[in-house]
């Protein structure tokens, strides 16, 4: 385990026994990281700000869920930004900015440099395998994966049957895993 | 589709649940299994750690910019000038 993944755990743990400086500590260090996300996936600023604030509520309040020994912990939080922003997208009806310029002037320097290497490694891998995918499949996972749409949703955007749709998308997560190694 | 039932199974019903493609009873089932069935919440995390590069992909090149200092009032994004 890295030096910065060892410290954002060590850091998370606190925060579950009711640290407030552990709190800080977490959001000093991912807080730029998981405001990008945000941003990414809401297309707005103001959005993003206030998913980013309910963000960090939930980290207060869940993180005692976090376990280090099955997620890592810049995973953990990463998802529950998406969650958390995806949620919000989905009560809002959909948005209404087109995020991708904006979300590329976010970054990240800081924080866990170390964890931040082993990721992009991961990333590379990641977006080998989902470009060996079947257009509509890696489509329909990229779609879910930043729109929070579900199956009837990218079903009806494409005009295919839902089992169509489902065929699609189950033979393309078969075929990431066979491609990232379980 | 019976060899992605056979091939996936839990396993796909997971990834499914990550990725957020459920809804209604579905969806309902699923969060039940993942707080109640840990080697499917393990799953679950498996397959967040698979998809998580995507979020950190859309970070990469992109510029420093600093966040403010912790606090709960939400981050202050700082516009570059």
Known sequence: ?182 | MSDEAELGGDDLLAAELALGLLEGEELGEARRREVEDASFARAVDRWNERFAPMLDAILRNSRARTCGIASRSGCRITTRT
């Open chain 1, 1 to 182: 385990m890295s030096q910065a993944r060892k410290r954002l755990a060590d850091a998370l743990g606190r925060v579950a026994s009711g640290s407030e400086s552990a709190l800080a500590e977490v959001y000093e260090h991912t807080a730029a990281k998981l405001f990008g996300i945000c941003l990414r996936i809401l297309g707005n600023r103001s959005d993003a700000e206030d998913a980013l604030q309910e963000v960090y509520i939930n980290v207060w309040s869940k993180a005692g869920s976090f376990d280090a020994q099955r997620a890592s912990p810049i995973t953990w939080l990463a998802t529950m930004a998406r969650n958390r922003a995806i949620d919000r997208l989905r009560s809002s009806g959909g948005r209404t900015y087109e995020p991708v310029e904006e979300a590329l002037e976010v970054a990240d320097t800081r924080p866990a440099a170390d964890a931040l290497i082993e990721q992009s490694q991961g990333s590379a891998r990641l977006s080998a395998c989902i470009d060996q995918l079947d257009s509509r499949q890696s489509d329909a996972i990229r779609t879910a994966f930043f729109q929070g749409v579900t199956y009837a949703q990218l079903a009806t955007r494409k005009g295919v049957p839902l089992a169509t749709m489902k065929s699609w998308v189950r033979r393309g997560l078969l075929n990431l895993r066979e491609c990232l190694g379980r």
